[in-house]
């Protein structure tokens, strides 16, 4: 427990969809009584309920990364979050990049929550490290593959790919990535330290780099 006292858990599945995670926050609220909610796991899903949980007056401890689910402080009061922000691990992949004198890159990502944050602060921070993208790519989460995009970045021979996504979606990359047989370095988020990442990608995901 916490200070002597017991704690109960009370679980909810958003399955990673905003309106249910907005129902779930509700329940939890108004009719559990919770003094604070953990998770979602996404940024999509965090930022989608910042709001709610910002009128409620209930502190959300989120486990997602993109830096927009606490910034601006001001209108983020009750939200906070544990994992390093987007903008910290691609400041981090850059600074590896420039010592690379890597100095014209490929972005892909997800065309969601997670991905269009990452893309936001790629796009902001690239000037700061002398890199330019030279394309940027997304795709949806629906997508059975990403060949197309893949395709196009094969054909500006980029001197790195950066692809910002979380498990699934950055297998589907690095798979791809391999069996067109592009060579350079891949970087991807931290986003896919995980199984899911690991046994979706299978032999595809060795040498990618990440912070």
Partial sequence: GILGKNVEIVIKDT????????NAIKELVQKDGVVAI???????????????????????????????????????????KTPQSDRMAIEKIFKEMASQKIKKIALITADKGFGLGGAKQADKLAPQFGIEIITAEKYSPDDPDVNTQITKIKSVKPQAIL?????????????AIKAMNIKCPVYMSHGIANDGYLKGAGPAGDNVILP
């Fill in 38 to 80: 953990v998770g979602p796991t996404t940024s999509g899903v965090s930022l989608a309920i910042k709001n709610e949980m910002n009128n409620m007056q209930t502190p959300l401890i989120s486990c997602a990364a993109a830096e927009d689910i606490v910034v601006p402080v001001e209108t983020s009061k009750w939200i906070f």
């Fill in 163 to 175: 692809c910002w996504d979380t498990d699934k979606g950055a297998a589907k990359v690095a798979k």
């Fill in 15 to 22: 399955a990673g969809d905003p309106q249910k995670a907005l």
